[in-house]
C-alpha cells in the first residue's frame, strides 16, 4: 500500500491553480439586454454591407452573346454548329458576333467565355489527372497516373501528356476584337491582353514544364502522344516559349475545375493603348474560331464582355445573402423582445398577486 501511494504521488501534477485548473474564469450570462442589441446590431450591420455588395454588383455592366449556334437561333455561328452535327465542326470554322456601343464602356474591360450543363464538379472528371505530370515531373511524363484512364495512354501505347479527361476537353475557341471607329470606316483590332490571366500560383508553382533536352522542349516531351481531342501536341500550344506546354495561360486555366455546372473563365483583358479606359463608342466585330462542340451535350457557350468593381465581377448572390441573414436577425430581434415583454410582464403581475 505505501509503494503504490508513492508512485501515485511521483506522477501527481503540481499543486498549483494552473495544474490544477483553479485559475479564475468567467462565464458569460446572457440577458435580454445583452442578446437583444447584438440582434439588431448584427442584423444592421449585415443589411448594411449587403446592400452596398447588392449596388455595386447591379452597377457592373455586361455584355454577353450566345453563340453556341443551336437550331433556329440568328447567327452565322449556327452553320459551324450544323456542320459538325452538334459534335465536331470543322477545324477553324468562322463566325462573327457584330454589336455597337452607344456610349462608353467602362474599362477595364474583361473577356470571358461561358459554358452551361458542363458537369466540371464531376467526381470521376475531376480526378482525372496527374498533378505529378503537370510538376514538370520527368517520371510521371512516362507513367501516367491510373487516374487519368481511359486518356492515359494513346492508341499506339504512348503516355499522353497532359493526361486525363479534363485535359483532353481543353476549350479551343478563340476570339478577336476589332472596332469599327467611324461609321462605314475600317475595323481596327482592339488588343487582348492575355498575359496573367490565371491564377499566380498556378502558373508559377502548380504548373511546370519537364526539363528541357538539349534546349528543347519539344524533345522534352518526345514519346509522348498529345490528347485525343488535340489537333496539336502541348509544347505547340503557343509560339511564346514563357506560355507554352504546361505553363500555357489558357491551358492552366481550364485546368482549375469550377464547382458548378455553369461557370465562366477569363479569356482576356482589355487594358492596352486607346482602350485602357474602356471600349469607346461605336460599331464592333468579334471574330470567333469556332472549335468547341456543345450542342451534343445540351450547352450553351457565350462571349461576355464585363467591367468589375471592388467586389470582384458581376455576383449578386452574395448581396442578396448578406440582405437576408441581416433581416433573419432583425425578425428574430423584435420576436425575443415580444416574448421578453410579454413573460416580464407576467413576472410582474404575479409579483404583485403575491
Request: neutral net charge.
Amino acid at each position: 500500500m505505501t509503494w503504490s501511494v508513492s508512485a501515485r504521488g511521483a506522477h501527481q501534477p503540481d499543486n498549483t491553480a494552473f495544474t490544477q485548473q483553479r485559475l479564475p474564469a468567467w462565464q458569460p450570462l446572457l440577458s435580454a439586454g445583452i442578446t437583444l442589441p447584438l440582434f439588431f446590431c448584427a442584423g444592421l450591420a449585415f443589411i448594411g454591407l449587403g446592400l452596398g455588395l447588392f449596388y455595386s454588383s447591379n452597377g457592373i455592366k455586361e455584355l454577353e452573346y450566345d453563340y453556341s449556334g443551336n437550331p433556329g437561333t440568328t447567327g452565322n455561328c449556327s452553320l459551324c454548329a450544323a456542320e459538325g452535327q452538334g459534335r465536331a465542326p470543322p477545324p477553324n470554322c468562322s463566325c462573327a458576333w457584330y454589336f455597337s456601343l452607344p456610349e462608353l464602356f467602362p474599362g477595364p474591360v474583361y473577356l470571358y467565355y461561358e459554358l452551361s450543363n458542363f458537369y466540371q464538379n464531376n467526381r470521376r472528371y475531376g480526378v482525372s489527372r496527374d498533378d505529378a505530370q503537370l510538376s514538370g515531373l520527368a517520371s510521371a511524363l512516362r507513367h501516367p497516373a491510373n487516374e487519368c484512364a481511359p486518356y492515359q495512354f494513346s492508341a499506339t501505347g504512348l503516355p499522353i501528356a497532359p493526361c486525363g479527361a479534363i485535359a483532353n476537353s481543353l476549350f479551343n475557341d478563340s476570339f478577336s476584337l476589332w472596332h469599327q471607329r467611324q461609321p462605314g470606316g475600317p475595323y481596327v483590332e482592339v488588343p487582348l491582353d492575355r498575359t496573367a490571366i490565371a491564377w499566380w500560383t498556378d502558373y508559377h508553382v502548380k504548373f511546370r514544364n519537364p526539363p528541357l533536352v538539349n534546349g528543347s522542349l519539344a524533345l522534352a516531351f518526345r514519346g509522348t502522344a498529345p490528347p485525343p481531342n488535340w489537333h496539336r501536341p502541348v509544347y505547340e500550344l503557343s509560339p511564346d516559349p514563357n506560355n507554352t506546354g504546361f505553363i500555357n495561360q489558357d491551358f492552366v486555366v481550364w485546368m482549375r475545375t469550377a464547382a458548378l455546372p455553369t461557370f465562366r473563365k477569363l479569356y482576356a483583358r482589355i487594358r492596352q493603348g486607346n482602350y485602357s479606359a474602356g471600349l469607346p463608342r461605336g460599331a464592333y466585330r468579334v471574330n470567333i474560331t469556332y472549335n468547341y462542340p456543345v450542342l451534343a451535350f445540351g450547352g450553351h457557350k457565350l462571349i461576355i464582355f464585363s467591367n468589375i468593381s471592388w467586389m470582384g465581377g458581376k455576383n449578386p448572390f452574395l448581396g442578396i445573402a448578406y440582405l437576408v441573414v441581416g433581416s433573419l436577425c432583425i425578425l428574430m430581434g423584435f420576436v425575443m423582445l415580444v416574448v421578453y415583454i410579454r413573460y416580464q410582464d407576467q413576472d410582474d403581475d404575479d409579483n404583485d398577486d403575491e
